[in-house]
């Protein structure tokens, strides 16, 4: 017997038609289905509904029905505990999913048979608040971003490597992004497109209002600190997800996790084949 956990997108009808069929299929099985209570109310199965601090433990594998986004939620719930991640594609431009939506079954059946591949992807660790147990930690796939709440006024935002410090920015904001999230916001304010198997942080200015406006590429062992310089704060989002309002001298610390995420493919995929396909891009 395994445990699976589903994350649905909750927008798309399709996506929870597919997991309801998948979640009874698993059951008749005698495997376990999990699903966070949101998505377990989506899909008309709140006897699977499941709380996010009791999701991850005991998990075989996680199997999401959307898009890239609904992989960000999995590693959102999943953290660093190592449990492998199954994309079904119900998304747009999906760097990260795997299969198509007709495949998902066979290839649920593949992983837990074991007759897949695992590719690991940097995860970024994002802590902030004061020292303690008020401490907060959080874990990213893509990005930790420190931006202004308004469109009034340019950030200064005091960056540090290593508790060196490095330079002051003013900007709208600054990225930090893993090589996997080089292809997400990062890359719309004109940063560097970085092979998501490496390790590395990339560091890249919103609307820079200086003339190092450039992205920049630190070692993965580098802790990067964030400081809130200006005295009318700014905000702090994880993976698309707006977690705090910071003041003057607050400080955001990022850096590279021990624990990767582990994406189940079942082919070798070459990177710039896929970027290739998503954007478009000719032979010549």
Aim: glycine letters at 8%; proline letters at 6%; hydrophobic letters at 45%.
């Amino acid at each position: 017997m395994a445990v699976i956990g589903l994350i649905v997108h909750q927008g798309r009808p399709e996506a929870a038609a597919t997991a309801r069929d998948l979640s009874m299929w698993l059951v008749g099985e005698g495997h376990r289905v999990r699903m966070p209570p949101e998505e377990a109310a989506a899909v008309s199965c709140p006897d699977l509904a499941c709380s996010p601090d009791r999701f991850a433990p005991g998990l075989d594998a996680v199997v999401t029905l959307g898009g890239d986004g609904s992989i960000l939620r999995a590693v959102e719930l999943v953290g660093e505990s190592g449990v492998p991640i199954l994309g079904v594609n119900f998304g747009r431009m999906a760097y990260l999913t795997e299969v198509a939506p007709e495949d998902a079954r066979s290839a649920i059946d593949q992983v837990l048979a074991g007759n897949h591949d695992v590719e690991e992807r940097m995860l970024l660790t994002v802590e902030f608040g004061e020292p303690g147990p008020g401490r907060q930690r959080h874990v990213a796939l893509n990005e930790a971003v420190v931006e202004r709440p308004a469109a009034s006024y340019a950030l200064r935002l005091g960056v540090a490597l290593n508790g060196e410090q490095f330079t002051t920015y003013a900007a709208d904001g600054l990225i930090v992004s893993t090589p996997t999230g080089s292809t997400a916001y990062s890359l719309s304010a004109g940063g560097p497109v970085i092979d998501p198997t490496h390790r590395a942080l990339l560091l890249t200015p919103v609307s820079p209002h200086m003339l190092f406006d450039r992205s920049m590429v630190v070692a993965a062992d580098t802790e990067l600190r964030l400081e809130v310089l200006t005295d009318r704060g700014a905000v702090l989002s994880v993976d698309g997800r707006r977690l705090a309002e910071l003041d003057q001298h607050d400080a955001v610390v990022c850096s590279a996790s021990h624990h990767p995420a582990r994406l189940v493919t079942f082919e070798s995929r070459r990177f710039h084949q896929v970027l290739k396909a998503k954007f478009g891009v000719n032979d010549r």
